[in-house]
């Protein structure tokens, strides 16, 4: 089945270029761009990028957010040391 029809790229083949960029790199996400780049392909519309992402999730493979959220994330950070203190306007003080 053709999943990118700007790159003719078939799920087999993304689902294979998930699997082994996860296994290369397991503590990098596996994005729409990244598969796009392993098949040697660029990213166009971007139309199927969303199904991409659905077709390594149900392959079983981890979808990972962007760097600065995936860094926050995997830090053990407190409420107080996130706590942002607001002037009177709303605005961060």
Known sequence: MIICS???ITKAR?????????RES???????GRISRAL???P???TCFALIRRIVADAGLSVTCPEPLATVAEQDVTA???EIAFDQ???VA
């Open 6 to 8: 700007c790159n003719v």
């Open 14 to 22: 993304i689902v294979a270029a998930a699997d082994q960029l996860a």
């Open 26 to 32: 397991p503590g990098q996400p596996v994005t729409p």
């Open 40 to 42: 040697g392909a660029r």
């Open 44 to 46: 166009q519309c971007g």
């Open 80 to 82: 107080a040391e996130i």
């Open 89 to 91: 306007t709303g605005k």
